[in-house]
């Protein structure tokens, strides 16, 4: 879906989180790191950090007010997220444990901090969760209704409180051809999310990505963006020659890196 449909589809569900962004810009909300006030301080740190422990599963990290750095990572192993103590390198404490409810996992696997809301890739229960620090309380669930076998998420920052969602799923889309030999080939489901005061507002947007015509998706393995250029890049297993393929934040694909 594009263009009229999905820009009106986006208004509707970042109007959602207005009300909670002009209570937070005011000095009320959470105040904690956000994209573009980093220091290299933070940069050296999570470096340390990865250099000295190896999380469970995927990390991500948020510096918070008062000197609080957290190291969060997921742990397919006990179904849970780990919280660290960034910088002593110690872990704090478990937080949630195998099961469908909000707060509750099947197999996690990528997590992302932006802002304040840790967004979490709960594979086997084929969602993503939103967290919302510091306490990583259960503040929404994106995609149940979408989402069949994920591996990999991304998410893009519009402004605080407003994100795109990227999930790679590797179960055809009704209606869409199938890669002759394989009955689900990858493709990625995009949603918009909006914050307010009490949950994460979330909508379908679109799914691209296994398009003939664009080459067809085969075992993706990492999804990110480029926010300078506002692409997203998509890499896939060896059994899919080539570099990176490279699509607008809209999913109109554009090509492939250069080697």
Not at 124 to 132: I, T
Request: aromatic share 8%.
């Amino acid at each position: 879906m594009h263009g009229e449909k999905v820009g009106v589809k986006l208004s509707a569900i970042l109007l959602a989180g207005t009300f909670a962004l002009s209570i937070i810009s005011s000095g009320c909300g959470i105040k904690a790191v956000t994209e573009g006030s980093r220091s290299e301080s933070y940069d050296r740190l999570e470096a340390e950090f990865r250099a000295e422990v190896t999380p469970p599963g995927s990390v991500a990290f948020w510096h918070g007010p008062d000197g609080i750095h957290r190291a969060i990572a997921t742990s397919a192993d006990s179904d849970n997220i780990v919280v660290y103590d960034a910088e002593k390198k110690t872990v704090i404490e478990r937080i949630g444990k195998p099961g469908t409810e909000p707060g509750e996992f099947n197999n996690p696997g990528d997590i992302q901090v932006v802002d304040y809301i840790a967004f979490v890739l709960d594979r086997g229960n084929h969602r993503v969760q939103a967290l919302k620090l510091p306490e990583l309380k259960p503040f929404g669930i994106i995609g149940d209704d979408r989402i069949k076998d994920p591996s990999h998420m991304a998410v893009y920052r519009i402004e605080q409180g407003a994100y795109y969602l990227y999930v790679a799923d590797s179960q055809a889309p009704a209606g869409s051809q199938r890669v002759s030999g394989s009955n689900s080939p990858d493709h990625i489901l995009r949603f918009g999310i909006g914050i307010s005061l009490s949950s994460a507002h979330s909508g379908y947007l679109q799914t691209f990505g296994y398009a003939a015509d664009a080459g067809y998706l085969t075992g993706v393995t990492s999804l990110a963006v480029d926010r300078e250029k506002k692409h997203l890049l998509v890499t896939e297993d060896a059994s899919a020659a080539g570099n990176p393929r490279v699509y607008t934040l809209d999913g109109d694909f554009i090509g492939k890196t250069d080697d």
